[in-house]
């Protein structure tokens, strides 16, 4: 039987090169000087999460751990450079040995050690996004699956699937069940796929990115021997952001803690907001209970934002359940409270942001230090246009705008074509979203086209039959007669058929402005001109979502759902042009703005409001922030809620976004919103309805109009 002696540096008389009682707060010197054992850190926001793991790295190395037996884990190698390197800053000492990175970097280092145990040698190679599609193409050429007849996912798609079957541990069934249900008829396939992407992967000595999580851990299970001997090298584990951490991550770090459990976790469970990417909220609710002899600090005290505004957020989740009660606690004096903005409408929402901008801007407030958050891009669409009239420069966090996204710009393609059949660019695009068409086979297609223009024209087409009820037919049969590849056959048609039902509904639409404008008009309505169809915006771009492209979404995006409601809230949005032209002109505008500097972030200078959805702004901060669309189903969003915990996630969500603001903080929300069947009133959303009145002010609009 073997024991364990324990070998102690003193410490006694030792002269510490860090002063951490003046370096610290008394909640984070707490943290810091902790002894041994599991400690469960909840690090509200604010509250110098990042400070805390340094100084504990620090005060660890300086006790007499050595660098190379400490294991920093971050979610992204940049955080985790940058402690290290802070660290390196503190002390005299050679740091770099610390093993510190994403799960996924450790993963891999593991790996290119042991890749021999696992079967694999050590020169594998990882596959990024487009290795995958490309494996996974031929997976599918080899099991003779007919992607088009069968409507079987994509390969993008696929990829997805598997990714959070490995990610959360789930059964691929379940992962369709739950996200993916249009394709359960399709399991058996899918699985077959699945299974001939791994072996492939085996043969060609391949990992892909979730392999690089899920093969470490296989490793460290599988070989005790190998387990033991990392155990005894790391003799600390620090994790941030324990609470976005999966499963799969959540498993590693207890294998490789076992026995002595010198593991600090730190994270905020308030900020858990990431389980549709396989985060499992419970991995850090749960932690006291996987370590029984866990001891919990709380860092409250809060650098960032006014008191108000730490007020108003610490009501968000007061009666959250599921949580550690925490109170942020400012350290800051002065601020006002919150601001509560009920607007009309979206177009009076996005006037009453754009013009306190541009008030914020006279008052000295740098435009990169505001920042506008929505729950999903569709809810800012307004805004970025009252943005662009007024000429104040912004930029997307996600790095595109709403109307440059691939799926906008694919279907509003059909009513370019529609307006303008002349519109080469516009048929490109959408004869390369068929499987099997590329640019040269679209080149020709669009060859024929323009030939067969030249000789019968649309607009001729529509006079066909009475009231053109016959062009739609003409219309169809001649794009199906097209020659493309036998592959894409089927798709094509489908594609052919809505492309004539778009064009020649909107051409039956010119023909009655046609005779309209023959008709004298009485006096107090001009007639239409001849230019424009009656046919509105917003039904062609349902005839194209329902004839083609809601299938091609769900078969080609992961997030189809997502995308098809960005299309949905886009056509609600049509509603306000008098015309497809009027549409897309104004597309046009929004599109043709000044390109985003791809450089952005390394170019500081470059004055832009910052628009972003909460997920993507965690972790950021600006003076003004301005939460929109706080309307109950835009915010928590109605889709959103249809799962167990949906709606406490979208109230972290929620406190995500206000605790963003440093100085001022506005909550705005639409009192009505367009729909097809002519609009609906809104009620505020229940986070902003369940707060005490005290805790925000009121402010209301109204009109003042003036001479220019």
């Known amino acids: 039987m073997t024991e364990e002696y324990i070998l102690r540096t003193p410490s006694a008389g030792r002269r510490l090169k860090v002063d951490y009682e003046r370096e610290l707060n008394p909640q984070q010197l707490a943290v810091v000087t902790a002894g041994d054992g599991p400690l469960l850190v909840i690090a509200g926001a604010g509250s110098g999460k990042t400070r805390t793991l340094t100084y504990r790295v620090a005060w660890l190395v300086e006790h007499g751990?050595?660098?190379?037996?400490?294991?920093?884990?971050?979610?992204?190698?940049?955080?985790?450079?940058?402690?290290?390197?802070?660290?390196?800053?503190?002390?005299?000492?050679?740091?770099?040995?610390?093993?510190?990175?994403?799960?996924?970097?450790?993963?891999?280092?593991?790996?290119?050690?042991?890749?021999?145990?696992?079967?694999?040698s050590r020169d594998f190679t990882i596959l990024d996004r487009e290795d995958q599609k490309a494996l996974l193409d031929a997976c599918l050429n080899d099991a003779k699956f007919d992607v088009r007849h069968d409507r079987f996912p994509k390969p993008e798609v696929l990829a997805e699937m598997f990714s959070l079957a490995v990610n959360t541990?789930?059964?691929?069934?379940?992962?369709?069940?739950?996200?993916?249900?249009y394709f359960l008829h399709l399991q058996d396939g899918i699985e077959k796929i699945r299974r001939a992407y791994e072996q492939r992967k085996r043969s060609g000595n391949l990992l892909d990115y979730d392999d690089l999580l899920a093969r470490p851990l296989t490793l460290l299970r599988e070989h005790p021997s190998l387990a033991e001997r990392y155990r005894e090298q790391f003799l600390?584990?620090?994790?941030?952001?324990?609470?976005?951490?999966?499963?799969?991550?959540?498993?590693?770090?207890?294998?490789?803690?076992?026995?002595?459990?010198?593991?600090?976790?730190?994270g905020d469970d308030a900020q858990a907001i990431y389980s549709w990417r396989g985060a499992d909220h419970r991995n850090i609710l749960e932690f006291p209970r996987r370590y029984p002899q866990t001891k919990i600090f709380k860092i409250e005290w809060n650098y960032r934002s006014v008191p108000g505004v730490l007020t108003l957020a610490n009501a968000v989740m007061h009666d959250q359940?599921?949580?550690?009660?925490?109170?942020?606690?400012?350290?800051?004096?002065?601020?006002?409270?919150?601001?509560?903005?009920?607007?009309?409408?979206?177009?009076?929402?996005?006037?009453?942001?754009?013009?306190?901008?541009?008030?914020?801007?006279a008052e000295g407030i740098a435009l990169n230090e505001i920042a506008v958050l929505y729950r999903a891009h569709y809810q800012a669409m307004e805004l970025q246009l009252e943005l662009?009239?007024?000429?104040?420069?912004?930029?997307?966090?996600?790095?595109?705008?709403?109307?440059?996204?691939?799926?906008?710009?694919?279907?509003?393609?059909?009513?370019?074509?529609?307006?303008?059949?002349?519109?080469?660019?516009?048929?490109?695009?959408?004869?390369?979203?068929?499987?099997?068409?590329?640019?040269?086979?679209?080149?020709?297609?669009?060859?024929?086209?323009?030939?067969?223009?030249?000789e019968e024209p649309p607009a001729k087409l529509a006079h066909h039959g009475e009231r053109g009820r016959d062009s739609d037919r003409i219309l169809r049969e001649r794009?199906?007669?097209?020659?493309?590849?036998?592959?894409?056959?089927?798709?094509?048609?489908?594609?052919?058929?809505?492309?004539?039902?778009v064009v020649s509904t909107y051409r039956e639409g010119r023909m009655a402005t046609d005779a309209a404008s023959t008709k004298e008009s009485p006096q107090e309505q001009a007639p239409l001109p001849a230019t424009v169809s009656t046919t509105t915006p917003d039904e062609l771009l349902e005839l194209a979502e329902e004839g083609f492209y809601a299938d091609y979404a769900k078969r080609k995006f992961a997030n189809a759902a997502q995308r098809l409601e960005d299309i949905h809230q886009l056509a609600l949005f049509a509603t306000q042009f008098g015309s497809v032209e009027e549409f897309l002109g104004q597309l046009a505008l929004l599109t043709n703005v000044e390109a985003e500097d791809a450089n952005w972030e390394q170019n500081r200078s470059?004055?832009?409001?910052?628009?972003?959805?909460?997920?993507?702004?965690?972790?950021?901060e600006w003076r003004v922030v301005f939460v929109i669309g706080l309307g109950d189903g835009l915010f928590p969003l109605a889709r959103s809620l249809e799962k167990p915990g949906a709606e406490e996630e979208e109230q972290r969500l929620f406190y995500v976004a206000v605790t963003r603001a440093r100085d001022e903080l506005y909550l705005t929300y639409p009192m009505f919103r367009a729909n097809g069947d002519g609009g609906s009133f809104l009620r505020p959303s229940r986070f902003v309805a369940q707060l005490p009145r005290d805790v925000y002010r009121e402010l209301s609009l109204r009109h003042e109009f003036r001479e220019w």
């Open 321 to 361: 359940p599921h949580t550690f009660t925490k109170t942020l606690t400012p350290t800051r004096k002065g601020g006002g409270k919150p601001w509560s903005v009920a607007c009309v409408d979206a177009d009076q929402q996005a006037k009453f942001v754009a013009q306190r901008i541009q008030e914020l801007r």
């Open 479 to 501: 794009l199906q007669r097209l020659p493309v590849p036998k592959k894409a056959a089927p798709e094509w048609q489908r594609l052919a058929t809505t492309l004539a039902k």
């Open 606 to 620: 470059r004055e832009c409001v910052r628009l972003s959805t909460v997920h993507q702004a965690k972790g950021q």
């Open 65 to 120: 751990v050595a660098p190379w037996r400490v294991l920093l884990l971050t979610f992204t190698n940049k955080a985790a450079r940058e402690m290290v390197n802070r660290v390196a800053s503190l002390l005299p000492t050679d740091v770099s040995a610390i093993w510190g990175g994403t799960f996924h970097h450790v993963g891999h280092r593991l790996l290119r050690r042991h890749a021999e145990l696992l079967g694999l």
């Open 169 to 181: 541990g789930r059964s691929l069934a379940d992962v369709l069940t739950d996200q993916w249900d």
């Open 236 to 266: 600390h584990i620090l994790v941030d952001e324990y609470q976005d951490t999966n499963r799969l991550q959540a498993d590693f770090v207890d294998v490789i803690a076992q026995p002595r459990c010198n593991l600090m976790v730190v």
């Open 388 to 454: 662009t009239r007024q000429q104040i420069p912004y930029v997307i966090t996600s790095g595109l705008r709403f109307f440059e996204q691939a799926h906008i710009k694919d279907i509003a393609c059909f009513l370019r074509l529609a307006v303008n059949p002349h519109d080469e660019v516009s048929f490109l695009r959408l004869a390369q979203l068929v499987t099997g068409i590329g640019p040269a086979s679209a080149q020709r297609l669009w060859t024929d086209v323009a030939t067969s223009l030249r």
